[in-house]
């Protein structure tokens, strides 16, 4: 069983910058995949960025560019540093880690088994 903790969320205003962090309980991040997600009140889930296996990123069209999804594999962490940050951006930040094998790497929800608690990000105008 893997726990992943996520940190670093907070309140910011429109055009600032936060970084996340994701802890593992296990090594795992150099060969699982992993991803961020979030979810706003009254929305589902969607994916914001992803990494395979091979360290290939994918990102959601609407964070493309202002987001950058990273890890620190001596420290069993993820990252999702957020720069230009818009109030649509507002919503819960969750990581997300998976062993089986996948072609690409994925920003479905159901593909991943292994969840965290959450951070909130708040992007005010």
């Known amino acids: 069983q893997v726990q992943l903790v996520e940190s670093g969320g907070g309140s910011v205003q429109a055009g600032g910058s936060l970084r996340l962090s994701c802890a593992a309980s296990?090594?795992?991040?150099?060969?699982?995949?992993i991803g961020w997600f979030r979810q706003a009140p009254g929305k589902e889930r969607e994916g914001v960025a992803a990494?395979?296996?091979?360290?290939?990123?994918a990102y959601a069209d609407s964070v493309k560019g202002r987001f950058t999804i990273s890890t620190d594999n001596t420290k069993n962490t993820l990252y999702l540093q957020m720069n230009s940050l818009k109030p649509e951006d507002t919503a819960m930040y969750y990581c997300?880690?998976?062993?089986?094998?996948?072609?690409?790497?994925?920003?479905?929800?159901?593909?991943?088994?292994?969840w965290g608690q959450g951070t909130q990000v708040t992007v005010s105008s």
């Open positions: 997300a880690a998976d062993s089986r094998w996948k072609l690409l790497p994925t920003l479905v929800a159901s593909d991943f088994n292994y």
């Open positions: 296990a090594s795992i991040f150099s060969w699982w995949y």
């Open positions: 990494l395979s296996r091979g360290g290939c990123p």
